[in-house]
Each structure stands twice: as structure tokens, then as C-alpha cells.
């Protein structure tokens, strides 16, 4: 089993930036896919963006231009770099590990985007 802490979150102004990590556990993060989701309240949770262990990336439409997804696989960590951040950023963000039939989700992130 894959363990799973994000850190990063907090409140940020809009058009702020804001940068989530993902700590894993283990010794396969160089075979995981590493994706970031998210759930506001009264939303089902999200895809945001995600990498795959050959660095192929993903992201959706609400977020290309302004997020960024990396990892190092040294530090066996995925980030997230929120950049002009907006209201409706706002959301739990879960960090997600997968391999194979398996994955593991971390506790979550609270990101509040404010005045």
C-alpha cells in the first residue's frame, strides 16, 4: 500500500498562487501515475490534473494555462503549482496514486481562493 500526505494548501487571494505537495511512501513511485483531484462541497470530486511515470500529462479544461503538475522522482513527491487562482478553485484537493488495479488517496488539502 501506497501512503499518501498532502501539504500546500491554505487560503490565497484571487489571482494568488498556491503550491500543493503530495508525499508518498514506499519504494514504486517511479511506476505510480500521480494525479491531483478535487471536491468542493456539494460537487462530486474532480480529476485535475495528472502524470504518469513517463511524464505524460494531463489536465482539465478549467485549469490548462494556470496549474502545473511535476514530480521528482527523487523525493518521491508530486506538486502542484496553482497559479491565478480563482473562487471557484476553492475545493478539498486529494492527492491519488495508481498502479495497476490499485490506487491510494491521501486525506486532502483545504484550498480556499478569497478576498
Known amino acids: 500500500q501506497v501512503q499518501l500526505v498532502e501539504s500546500g494548501g491554505g487560503l490565497v487571494q484571487p489571482g494568488g498562487s498556491l503550491r500543493l505537495s503530495c508525499a508518498t511512501s514506499?519504494?514504486?513511485?517511479?511506476?505510480?501515475?500521480m494525479a491531483w483531484y478535487r471536491q468542493a462541497p456539494g460537487n462530486q470530486r474532480e480529476l485535475v490534473a495528472s502524470i504518469t511515470p513517463a511524464g505524460n500529462i494531463n489536465y482539465a479544461d478549467f485549469v490548462k494555462g494556470r496549474f502545473t503538475i511535476s514530480r521528482d522522482n527523487a523525493k518521491r513527491t508530486v506538486f502542484l503549482q496553482m497559479n491565478s487562482a480563482k473562487p471557484e478553485d476553492t475545493a478539498l484537493y486529494y492527492c491519488n496514486a495508481l498502479w495497476g488495479q490499485r490506487n491510494s488517496w491521501g486525506q486532502g488539502t483545504q484550498v480556499t481562493v478569497s478576498s
Open positions: 514506499g519504494s514504486i513511485f517511479d511506476l505510480l501515475t
